[in-house]
C-alpha cells in the first residue's frame, strides 16, 4: 500500500531468498500489537522480477504461489498447506476472471502455477475446475490451453446452467438475458430470482477465487467478492450498473451458502495492477506491482485492493474514481469479512 493511508496498516517485512522459501518451513511471525488485535491477516509475496514486459515468468509465479501458500497456512510444505483449506477428495473450483483478457484479468500463469501446485500436492486433475461465467472467455484468454496441458476441466457457470432450486430472491426486477434459466426466447420477460450454477450446487465443493488486482467503476476493485458472487448467479445484471444495489446484492449473493460455505482461499493477482479500464485492457493505466496476495478474508482483500488502486491512480495524477465503502461494510456486517484496514495484519515477502 503506498500513501498515508498505509500507515493504519500493520506490514510485517521478511525477506528470503526463494530457495529458503521452498525448502523450509515459514518463519513465525511477529507478534502485532496488542492494542489493534487484528481481525483478518493476508499474506503478500513480491518478486521484482516475476514479470518482463507485462509477461510473467511462470517459474517466478509458482515459486511466489508456493511462498505465499505455506506462509498463509504457517505449514512446512505445499502439501501440509494445502491439507489446511482442503479434502483429499474435494473437487476444487478455481474460479477466474477472464472477461477482460490475459493482461488486464486474471493471467493464466497463476492459474496454471495454482493448478500445477494442486496435482503436485496430491489432488486428481479430474477434481479440479477452472471455471468463469462462459466458456468463451476462458478459451480466447487462454485458460483452454492449461485444462489440456493438465486434463483439468474448463467450465462455465451459463454452460453449467442454473440450479431452480437455489436462487437468490431480490424484488428489484432484472430484464433476463439468454442463459438466465427462466429466459424465453421472444418474450420480453423480468425476473426477481438469480440462481446459483450447477457448476456450485452439483460438482464444487471447495472454492478458490483467483481475482486480478483490477478496477470496477462501481466496485472499486474487480476483486474476490466480484468476481465470487456475480459469476456464480444469473439475473445478476440488474445490480452491476448500481452502486446501491450492487452494496446489498453482491455480499447477499455471497454469503449463500453456496458461495461462502465453499469458498476457503481468495488469491489476488496483483502482478500488473490496472486502475482505469474495468472490463478493458488498458496497460498504459497499468502498474507493475509484480506481487501475489493470499488470504481466507475476501473482504480484506477488497478493501486493500481497493486503497492500492486509489492510491496508484493518485500516483499518476489520474482522476479519481468513486468508491463504494458501503459494499464492504455490508459485507463485513453479514461476516464475510474485515473492511477496517486498521484489523487486517499484512504480511510481506520479498523474494529474491
Known amino acids: 500500500m503506498r500513501g498515508p493511508e498505509a500507515k493504519k496498516i500493520v506490514i510485517l517485512l521478511a525477506v528470503f531468498s526463494a530457495a529458503a522459501v521452498l525448502d523450509a518451513a515459514p518463519p513465525a511471525a511477529q507478534a502485532p500489537d496488542p492494542g489493534l488485535a487484528p481481525a483478518s491477516r493476508a499474506v503478500v509475496v513480491e518478486d521484482a522480477r516475476a514479470t518482463r514486459a507485462f509477461k510473467p515468468d511462470p517459474e517466478r509465479v509458482r515459486r511466489m504461489l508456493t511462498a505465499g501458500l505455506t506462509n498463509l497456512a504457517r505449514a512446512g510444505s505445499v502439501r501440509a498447506a494445502w491439507a489446511k483449506f482442503l479434502k483429499p477428495d474435494d473437487v476444487v473450483g478455481v474460479k477466474v476472471l477472464s ?29 479440479i475446475i477452472l471455471w468463469d461465467r462462459r466458456r468463451r472467455d476462458l478459451e480466447r484468454a487462454g485458460f483452454g490451453r492449461i485444462a489440456e496441458r493438465y486434463g483439468v476441466a474448463l467450465a462455465g457457470s451459463v454452460e453449467a446452467g442454473f440450479d431452480p432450486d437455489h436462487f437468490y430472491d431480490n424484488p428489484i426486477p432484472g430484464r433476463l438475458v439468454w442463459g438466465d434459466l427462466d429466459f424465453q426466447p421472444g418474450k420480453e420477460t423480468m425476473g426477481r430470482r438469480s440462481h446459483v450454477t450447477r457448476l456450485l450446487t452439483r460438482r464444487i465443493t471447495r472454492l478458490i477465487s483467483l481475482a486480478p488486482l483490477l478496477n470496477h467503476n462501481v466496485a472499486g ?9 456475480s459469476g456464480s448467479v444469473d439475473n445478476v445484471l440488474r445490480f452491476l450498473d448500481n452502486g446501491e444495489r450492487m452494496a446489498v446484492a453482491l455480499p447477499e449473493i455471497y454469503a449463500m451458502p453456496e458461495i461462502s460455505d465453499k469458498a476457503t482461499l481468495h488469491i489476488v493477482d496483483a502482478l500488473i495492477a490496472q486502475y482505469y479500464g474495468e472490463g478493458d485492457s488498458l496497460l498504459h493505466y497499468s502498474a507493475t506491482l509484480n506481487q501475489l496476495w493470499f488470504s481466507s478474508d475476501p473482504v480484506a482483500l477488497d478493501v486493500l485492493g481497493v486503497r492500492e488502486l486509489e492510491a496508484l491512480r493518485r500516483r499518476f495524477g489520474a482522476a479519481p474514481l468513486p468508491g463504494l465503502p458501503q459494499l464492504y461494510r455490508n459485507a463485513a456486517i453479514l461476516q464475510l469479512g474485515e473492511d477496517r484496514p486498521e484489523k487486517i495484519l499484512v504480511e510481506k515477502m520479498r523474494l529474491e
Not at 476493485?221 to 458472487?229: E, F, I, P, R
Open 99 to 127: 472477461a477482460p483478457g490475459p493482461m488486464a484479468g486474471t493471467r493464466p500463469a497463476v492459474a496454471e502455477a495454482l493448478v500445477r501446485s494442486l496435482i503436485e500436492a496430491g489432488f486428481r486433475p479430474g477434481n
Open 221 to 229: 476493485v474487480s476483486g474476490c467478492l466480484y468476481n465470487l458472487a
